[in-house]
């Protein structure tokens, strides 16, 4: 079942319905029910034409789906085919041309042996009357030459008079007017030419023997007259026929035949290579033959011509032989200037066709080695190239894919190379993840809340958060210059220098604004810029601003190392914070002051880096302190959280673009109620 299956599925609706339709076709047809056979057959086309297209297009994605066989089949229909139709053209156009040339041939020399009976006419009627039973016997010796037994028949007022004296009676019927040609008499080809005059009649008959048909172009082939079968059967008896074939009626009323015979034997309807046929010159000489009408006369059929037939069985070399005979100078040299030009026509087919195979040859070789090629690359074989033989458009476009290759080659050691630098820079934000406070200490007296957006994988702004004694706490933001893994580090060598910094400086002071010990904040920057002087390049340096909020007596004292100072937001003021120092990093001898204020409830102190105010939008402008300010200002009341997402969000919108162009890092300290 399963492979019956598989044939059902294979042949389609429409080829089941073919097979039936023709199985019905055969047995109407051999049942003899013609209505239905017929009615099968209109019904096969529908069908047929299916699986004509079916077929087609199975041919055209299976056999032509290679560019070796599209072209082959291109050049089939575009050059081979032409030349095969032109070569059958020629070859028939040669063959209908040397059976004409061999009709004409035969049919003029025996026209021309038939009006020379005439002449024998001609010159009996010119004779004295007195003179013709002397002058008849010599015209009719004149003349058996070209026409052995010929017979001359005069009728007179003195009666009939025959030369020679032992020939046939001939009754011609009267109301013959004047004539010449050929005649069936006693079914047999005579030629004949008859006169009538006013005093007498002349007749001039002439048996047509087969010696004299084959031989009236000498070495051309086999010739024979034959007369038709219709004629014959009026007349009654056997068909008159003279030559190399004979013609035997076949006797079937119903159908009616004639057999050709050579030699006295059947040859059925094409005859065979006699005697008299020539040798082949070469080995395209082959036999040609075509039978052609000629007119002849019946002797009871007064003033009416039948056509018999004339063949003529021949070569090609036989029949050029003697139409281009030796005396003929120019029209032989005509004929060998047809088989030069067809000799050189056959030489430049055969370049051509020989340029052609090379030509496809490399086309194909072309595109096979670039399917190769193409197939070895989605392998992930980049190693490939294609051999560039020839510099041409088809070895530029192997050049090309070697080019092509070659950098996929290099890319793919790139695109490697950024997976494992991706790698680590995704370890790098893990570990600097790691260096942010992850949550903010509890203080009463001062909220912190901050958020940092990288540009990339890992960021330069930084900040942190500490518990640095009882009832203070220490905080910071900074922007390292640039960006990338070169600023995480040494944002990384800030966050270690500052706590190592803070755990030194546990010792507390008498601060200046209160007189209660604290962390001296001016003295620990100045330690932390030599630190990060001493331990990064020249050209690395950070922005920097840290403070340190006392509980007990609310007051935030600070240094500001060169960053963008923050803004405190009082009682709908807006007061920016001073600037103590120069950035760190930079100058190992730069001196930083502190400055202190009192936080109270409802404060709002907002500290950014240049990735909030400093990103461009379309037309080259900034977002700017003024928007963020406010941005604050218009969304105060709300939660801290809500107020960063504000902030950052319209950021976003102003650049309108999918990549931040900096670090955008917002710590928001907001000053509470005590409880």
């Given at each position: 079942?399963?492979?019956?299956?598989?044939?059902?599925?294979?042949l389609?609706?429409?080829?089941?319905?073919?097979l039936?339709?023709?199985?019905?076709?055969?047995?109407?047809h051999?049942?003899?029910?013609?209505?239905?056979a017929?009615?099968a057959w209109?019904?096969l086309?529908?069908?047929a034409?299916?699986?004509?297209?079916?077929?087609?297009?199975?041919?055209?994605?299976n056999?032509?789906?290679?560019?070796?066989?599209?072209l082959l089949?291109?050049?089939?229909?575009?050059?081979i085919?032409p030349i095969?139709?032109?070569f059958?053209?020629?070859?028939?156009?040669?063959?209908?041309?040397?059976?004409?040339?061999?009709?004409?041939l035969?049919s003029?020399?025996?026209?021309?042996?038939?009006?020379?009976?005439?002449?024998?006419?001609?010159?009996i009627?010119?004779l004295p009357?007195n003179?013709?039973?002397?002058?008849?016997?010599?015209?009719?010796?004149?003349?058996?030459?070209?026409?052995?037994?010929?017979?001359?028949?005069?009728?007179d007022?003195?009666?009939?008079h025959r030369f020679p004296?032992?020939?046939?009676v001939?009754?011609?019927?009267?109301?013959?007017?004047?004539v010449?040609?050929?005649?069936?008499f006693?079914?047999?080809?005579?030629?004949?030419?008859?006169y009538?005059?006013?005093?007498?009649?002349?007749?001039?008959?002439?048996?047509?023997?087969?010696?004299?048909?084959?031989?009236?172009?000498?070495?051309?082939?086999?010739?024979?007259?034959?007369e038709?079968?219709?004629e014959s059967?009026?007349?009654?008896g056997?068909?008159?026929?003279?030559?190399s074939?004979?013609?035997i009626?076949?006797g079937?009323?119903?159908n009616?035949?004639?057999?050709?015979?050579?030699?006295?034997?059947?040859?059925?309807?094409?005859?065979a290579?006699?005697?008299?046929?020539?040798p082949?010159a070469?080995?395209?000489?082959?036999?040609?033959?075509?039978?052609?009408t000629?007119p002849?006369?019946?002797?009871?059929?007064?003033?009416k011509?039948?056509?018999?037939v004339?063949?003529?069985?021949?070569r090609p070399s036989?029949?050029?032989?003697?139409?281009f005979?030796g005396?003929?100078?120019?029209?032989?040299?005509l004929?060998?200037?047809v088989?030069?030009?067809?000799i050189?026509?056959l030489?430049v087919?055969?370049?051509?066709?020989i340029?052609?195979?090379?030509?496809?040859?490399?086309?194909?070789?072309?595109?096979?080695?670039?399917?190769?090629?193409t197939?070895?690359?989605?392998?992930?074989?980049?190693?490939h190239?294609?051999?560039?033989?020839?510099?041409d458009?088809?070895?530029?476009l192997?050049?090309?894919?070697?080019?092509?290759?070659s950098?996929?080659?290099?890319?793919?050691?790139?695109?490697?190379?950024?997976?494992?630098?991706?790698?680590?820079?995704e370890?790098?934000?893990?570990?600097q993840?790691?260096?942010?406070?992850?949550?903010?200490?509890?203080?009463?007296?001062?909220?912190?809340?901050?958020?940092?957006?990288?540009?990339?994988?890992?960021?330069?702004?930084y900040?942190?958060y500490q518990?640095?004694?009882?009832?203070?706490?220490?905080?910071?933001?900074?922007?390292?210059?640039?960006?990338?893994?070169?600023?995480?580090?040494l944002?990384?060598?800030?966050?270690?220098?500052?706590?190592a910094?803070?755990?030194?400086?546990?010792?507390l002071?008498?601060?200046?604004?209160?007189?209660?010990p604290?962390?001296?904040?001016?003295?620990?920057v100045?330690?932390?810029?030599?630190?990060?002087?001493?331990?990064?390049s020249?050209?690395?340096?950070?922005?920097?601003?840290?403070?340190?909020?006392?509980?007990?007596?609310?007051?935030l004292t600070?240094?500001?190392?060169?960053h963008?100072?923050?803004?405190?937001?009082r009682n709908g003021?807006?007061?920016p914070?001073?600037?103590?120092?120069?950035?760190?990093?930079a100058?190992?001898?730069?001196?930083?002051?502190?400055?202190?204020?009192?936080?109270?409830a409802?404060?709002?102190?907002?500290c950014?880096?240049?990735?909030?105010t400093?990103?461009?939008?379309?037309?080259?402008?900034?977002?700017?302190?003024?928007?963020?300010?406010?941005?604050v200002q218009?969304?105060?009341?709300?939660?801290?959280?809500?107020i960063?997402?504000?902030?950052?969000?319209?950021?976003r919108?102003?650049?309108?673009s999918?990549?931040?162009?900096?670090?955008?890092?917002?710590l928001?300290?907001?000053?509470v109620?005590?409880t």
């Open positions: 079942m399963s492979r019956l299956r598989q044939v059902a599925k294979f389609g609706k429409s080829g089941i319905d073919f039936i339709t023709l199985a019905l076709y055969f047995i109407f051999w049942t003899r029910h013609g209505l239905l017929l009615l209109l019904a086309i529908p069908p034409i299916i699986i004509l297209v079916r077929v087609f297009r199975y041919i055209k994605r056999a032509l789906w290679s560019v070796r066989n599209r089949f291109a050049y089939g229909l575009m050059g085919l095969l139709l032109l059958i053209l020629v070859g028939l156009g040669s063959w209908a041309l040397i059976n004409e040339l061999a009709i004409y035969a003029s020399e025996l026209n021309r042996r038939l009006e020379s009976l005439t002449e024998a006419v001609q010159l009627r010119d009357p003179s013709l039973m002397s002058a008849a016997p010599e015209i009719e010796k004149g003349f058996s030459h070209a026409f052995p037994h010929l017979a001359l028949y005069v009728f007022k003195t009666g009939q004296p032992d020939s046939p001939l009754n011609v019927p009267p109301g013959w007017q004047n010449h040609g050929l005649l069936v006693d079914h047999r080809f005579y030629g004949w030419a008859h009538t005059g006013s005093d007498r009649e002349i007749t001039v008959l002439a048996p047509i023997s087969d010696e004299t048909v084959e031989n009236l172009v000498p070495n051309l082939g086999e010739i024979s007259l034959l038709g079968p219709e059967k009026a007349e009654g056997d068909l008159a026929s003279a030559g074939f004979r013609s009626d076949t079937n009323a119903k009616p035949d004639v057999k050709f015979t050579v030699s006295d034997s059947s040859m059925g309807v094409t005859p290579p006699g005697k008299h046929l020539p082949a070469f080995s395209f000489d082959i036999p040609v033959g075509w039978p052609a000629f002849h006369y019946h002797l009871n059929r007064i003033n011509t039948e056509e018999g004339l063949w003529v069985y021949s036989a029949v050029l032989g003697s139409f005979s005396t003929e100078f120019l029209r032989g040299i004929f060998d200037a088989i030069t030009v067809a050189l026509f030489i087919e055969l370049i051509a066709a340029i052609g195979i090379q030509l496809s040859r490399r086309l194909t070789y072309a595109v096979n080695q670039l399917y190769e090629g197939r070895r690359v989605i392998f992930g074989d980049f190693s190239r294609i051999q560039v033989r020839e510099k458009q088809l070895g530029e192997g050049a090309s894919f070697n080019q092509m290759t950098n996929l080659e290099r890319l793919m050691a790139v695109e490697k190379e950024k997976e494992r630098l991706q790698t680590e820079l370890i790098a934000r893990e570990v993840a790691q260096l942010y406070p992850k949550e903010a200490p509890p203080m009463c007296g001062l909220k912190l809340t901050v958020r940092c957006d990288p540009a990339r994988l890992v960021s330069g702004d900040y942190d518990n640095v004694g009882e009832g203070q706490m220490a905080f910071a933001i900074g922007d390292v210059a640039g960006k990338g893994i070169s600023a995480a580090l944002m990384a060598t800030l966050a270690a220098a500052l706590r910094q803070l755990s030194q400086h546990q010792m002071e008498p601060d200046e604004c209160t007189g209660l604290e962390i001296d904040v001016a003295h620990l100045s330690a932390l810029n030599k630190q990060i002087y001493a331990h990064s020249p050209e690395k340096y950070a922005t920097f601003f840290f403070a340190v909020f006392n509980q007990s007596t609310r007051t600070y240094t500001n190392a060169g963008l100072s923050p803004l405190l937001f003021q807006v007061v914070l001073d600037s103590n120092g120069t950035v760190v990093g100058f190992p001898f730069a001196k930083y002051d502190e400055s202190c204020l009192t936080m109270h409802g404060d709002l102190l907002v950014y880096t240049d990735g909030i400093e990103p461009e939008n379309a037309y080259g402008e900034m977002f700017g302190e003024e928007r963020l300010i406010e941005l218009k969304y105060s009341a709300r939660e801290d959280h809500e960063l997402g504000i902030v950052l969000d319209a950021v919108s102003w650049t309108a999918p990549e931040l162009q900096d670090d955008m890092t917002l928001i300290a907001r000053g109620q005590i």
